[in-house]
């Protein structure tokens, strides 16, 4: 009979795509790891991985195999949190993922209140960019994600808690005094900068501001938002940022200004997603209130 051992073995494989790494990960000698996975081979009758001395490769039938698996431990992780439901909130762990344009911003408004309210909760975070995030909730390698909407997470439930708009951040010297609005149509899109191609918040700005969606200059290329800000400060362009990021970003007394972006809005949605059979909802509601109250007594 094929064993949950075996399965979980042969997922840490796919992983790392390296069995000494997954032994160590699964906390067994590599000889007992490749001994599980060779008589799980045998017992379904496919070869799962092609190894040698230089790599490790799964194959075709292996990866079928493997999907399954995975179906198979989302299911069983979820059968242990049954026994969780009807205990105390937040009395078990938990780990969430975020995207780097949230985490920075909202874990310190809303971290202190709910380790106030949940001093014993134990929670794990994880910094991915929005497509890695949902490959992971939909595994159940994570709990939960906060991402920032509208992106693709069919199938998935989401919970949504905050809604914003963007700024248009200049350096004073080229900002007029008695500006407090621009739309789209002020903008020089030539000297806005945003963040590099795969970050959601490009396309959200974008989207906001009616602008297709281009290749920029590879000087303007960026990860990081304070790295934008540092870029504006240096009178290099312009740039967009939400809300939320205001505090930490800009200064009362930097040489930058921030105006608002007046098109139609919200421009961003700021959400919870989970699997939608996850068992744990009631907490995710909890987040989603507790998430709202303090955003909205911090981002005014």
């Known amino acids: 009979m094929i064993s949950i051992k075996q399965l979980y073995y042969a997922l840490a494989v796919e992983k ?15 000889s007992a790891l490749s001994t599980a996975i060779s008589e799980l081979e045998k017992q379904i009758g496919v070869v799962i991985f092609e190894r040698n001395n ?16 995975k179906r198979v431990k989302l299911e069983l992780d979820e059968l242990l949190q049954v026994s969780q439901v009807n205990k105390k909130p937040f009395s078990s ?19 202190p209140e709910l380790r106030l309210q949940h001093p ?11 497509h ?32 914003e708009d963007f700024y248009w951040v200049s350096h004073k010297d ?44 590879s000087a303007f290329d960026s990860a990081s938002l304070h790295t934008l800000i540092q870029m504006v400060a240096g009178k290099l362009g312009t ?12 200064y009362p007394e930097s040489e930058l200004r921030a105006i608002h972006l007046n098109e139609p809005g919200p421009h961003r949605t700021i959400s919870l997603i989970t699997r939608p059979n996850y068992v744990r909802t009631n907490e995710m509601l909890v987040l989603k209130s507790l998430f709202h109250e303090q955003l909205l007594a911090k981002c005014q």
């Open 16 to 30: 790392t795509l390296h069995f000494k790494k997954a032994a160590e990960a699964c906390n067994v000698s590599q």
């Open 54 to 69: 230089k790599q490790v490769l799964v194959t075709d039938d292996g990866q079928l195999i493997l999907n399954k698996a």
């Open 93 to 111: 762990g938990m780990t969430i993922g975020v995207i780097p344009t949230i985490g920075p911003y909202l874990l310190p408004k809303v971290l």
């Open 120 to 130: 014993n909760f134990k929670l794990k975070i994880i910094e991915e960019q929005s």
């Open 132 to 163: 890695v995030l949902v490959d992971l909730v939909r595994t159940g390698e994570l709990d939960a994600a906060i991402l920032a909407l509208p992106f693709p997470i069919e199938g998935l439930m989401k919970f949504d808690f905050w809604q």
């Open 174 to 217: 080229e900002c007029p005094s008695q500006m407090q609005e621009i739309t789209s149509e002020e903008l020089a899109l030539e000297t806005l900068m945003l963040l590099k191609d795969g970050h959601c918040l490009k396309e959200h700005a974008l989207a906001a501001c009616r602008f297709k969606s281009q290749k920029q200059d």
């Open 239 to 250: 740039t967009l940022v939400p809300q939320m990021a205001l505090d930490q970003l800009i």
